[in-house]
């Protein structure tokens, strides 16, 4: 007899099995976007929203890449997250560039929508080969956190404190260098257009310049002043971009290059960074994928991301808040890579409040969000009462089950009982 061949599985199998895993890859990004809530759940909090608790089938939209007003976008948290809503996002990432200022406001209003937040920024950064200080390509890095937020917050918060700082020097760089071309633009205007307490950066410069004459639009003072390759570019404080991958990593949160199509030499930056711990890349836009990109994240074993990095600066040129739509089992790949990094970083931030209840841990640990009948809560109060209440802010009722988390909520209660 001779030897049969293997048949090739039919078109139509290959097909089904796609669609089999498309439906557990929904399955599994809607049961973490909507959670379900424990039998006996009577009300929701600000992360587990009654509207949520009842959402069920559908797409389910999730928008990774947006800024508010705390940085450099138009809107404020509250409205960013409103005309969210409207486009049909379910899960919205908050990136505003260098500050994690509007999560509390966005996590507050998602609340009224059924949305989750995930807690984001997008941090400045400088690639150079030989760590030059003062050379190199200016890199943008996503992160992207739990719902608690960063373990090591402080050690987060130090590095993005340094690079506004150096923000209000490179703004003054700036302008002396537009006056030296005889675009004569006040400090008093830029800082008016960034607002209070808002690091100034080049979009709000180009803004100042908009108004003032100089240009047309902001695209105009990008390309023809400001923009990397500009005669009035000037670079901030900004660490190496392996750095900040590293402390992303460290700090319990997944790290994406953002619009790496942006870049001169991608693929070196790329390599350097997948080598310093980089979890993904950017690769769809609402016009599609990049060409090109795509192949460069598989190269190199990246999650393939996306969003529309909105501004609410109005016009043509800009991508409405939801247009890139991600594939299912994008989301789901995202999701499963981030989940137990993100329960590690919770724990981490529990185990420290119960070792030391003090005033200050308590804060951290709702930081990004108050769950209710949080108030009247004290550092006094049993480390087991809070530590039950922020686990069943951040975790569904599912989660809640998980054997680790229960370990880890017994190891708080000794804590507890010995204090």
């Given at each position: ?11 139509s ?27 006996e ?182 390309n ?18 392996e ?7 460290r700090?319990g ?29 950017e ?114 009722y ?22």
């Amino acid at each position: 007899m001779g030897n049969k061949r293997k048949s090739k599985p039919s078109r139509s199998k290959r097909k089904s099995k796609a669609s089999a895993d498309q439906a557990l890859a929904l399955d599994y990004v809607r049961a973490w976007a909507h959670p379900a809530p424990p039998p006996e759940a009577s009300a929701a909090d600000d992360f587990l929203p009654a509207q949520a608790l009842r959402c069920g089938g559908g797409e389910v939209l999730f928008e990774l890449h947006s800024h508010s007003n705390h940085s450099d976008g138009f809107l404020s948290p509250s409205a960013l997250v409103e005309r969210a809503h409207r486009n049909g996002v379910k899960v919205l990432a908050l990136t505003d560039h260098d500050t994690m200022a509007g999560i509390p406001e966005a996590v507050s209003t998602a609340s009224k929508f059924g949305m989750r937040i995930i807690p984001g920024v997008e941090i400045s950064a400088i690639y150079s080969p030989r760590e030059v200080a003062g050379a190199g390509e200016p890199v943008h890095i996503l992160a992207y956190y739990g719902m608690c937020g960063p373990s090591r917050f402080d050690e987060l918060d130090n590095m993005l404190l340094n690079i506004r700082d150096g923000r209000y020097l490179r703004a003054k760089n700036i302008l002396a260098k537009l006056n030296r071309l005889k675009v004569q633009i006040k400090w008093e205007h830029v800082t008016k257009i960034a607002g209070e307490g808002v690091a100034p950066g080049r979009l709000h410069v180009a803004r100042a310049m908009v108004e003032a004459g100089y240009v047309e639009n902001i695209r105009q003072a990008f390309n023809k002043y400001i923009g990397d390759d500009g005669p009035a570019y000037s670079s901030g404080s900004e660490p190496f971009a392996e750095t900040v991958v590293q402390l992303i990593s460290r700090t319990g949160g997944i790290s994406a290059l953002a619009h790496p199509w942006a870049l001169k030499n991608p693929d070196a930056i790329i390599r350097a960074l997948k080598g310093a711990g980089l979890n993904g890349m950017e690769v769809y836009r609402s016009d599609g994928k990049v060409d090109g990109f795509f192949e460069l994240a598989d190269k190199y074993g990246l999650l393939k991301l996306g969003g529309s990095d909105f501004h609410g600066r109005g016009g043509k040129d800009e991508s409405d808040i939801g247009t890139v739509k991600l594939a299912i089992t994008t989301l789901c790949c995202f999701l499963k890579m981030a989940r137990p990094i993100w329960s590690s970083a919770m724990k981490d931030i529990l185990v420290k409040f119960a070792e030391e209840p003090s005033a200050a841990n308590l804060g951290k640990i709702v930081k990004f969000g108050r769950p209710t009948n949080f108030d009247g809560f004290s550092p006094t109060c049993t480390g087991i009462d809070i530590v039950d209440l922020c686990l069943s802010s951040w975790l569904s009722y599912d989660e809640m089950e998980d054997v680790e988390v229960e370990e880890v909520r017994l190891k708080l209660a000794h804590y507890a009982a010995e204090r």
